[in-house]
Structure formats: C-alpha cells, structure tokens
C-alpha cells in the first residue's frame, strides 16, 4: 500500500481488535484531515460554546473564551491546511 499524504493507520486484527495508530508523515506535512471533517468541528466548537457560554460564572467567562478562541483558531489552521475536501 502507498501512502501519498500524511496519515495515521492502523493493523486491524478481525473482528475484534486494532493497533494504536501509527502516525506516518509524508513531506514533513502535517496529518489533515478532511474540509468537511474540520469544518464539522469548528461547528462543534460554536455549538458547545453557544449552549456553555450562559453557564459558566461571570469571573471565569473570560478565560473560557479564550481557551475557546484557541480551539477556533486551531481549527482555522488545520482548515488553511486541508488538501482534501
């Protein structure tokens, strides 16, 4: 098997088990997955925030943005770096 892009595999022992993965990196690039898979998290990311926000104390609301703004961000760059759709 040929690995054209940065992945991760795994041995699969039917039908019951499987090896941890085994991160492969092709051209020093990093492993990303998919638009559509990154961009589904981000929304996760907006969805968690938008329910959590109104529950977290006022004295701690800032800093849970910001560990919130980093998530987004993270999510941002893997998006940039997507080569698949």
């Known amino acids: 098997m040929k690995i054209d892009r940065s992945s991760w595999v795994a ?3 039917l039908p019951s088990s499987h090896t941890n993965p085994i991160f492969v990196l092709v051209d020093g690039k990093p492993i990303r997955a998919s638009r559509r898979s990154a961009q589904w998290c981000l929304q996760g990311v907006e969805q968690c925030w938008s329910q959590k926000e109104k ?18 961000a993270a999510y941002q760059k893997i998006l940039g770096e997507c080569e698949q759709d």
């Open 11 to 13: 041995l699969r022992i």
């Open 55 to 72: 529950l977290i104390k006022a004295g701690e609301r800032e800093e849970a943005r910001t560990a919130y703004d980093h998530a987004r």
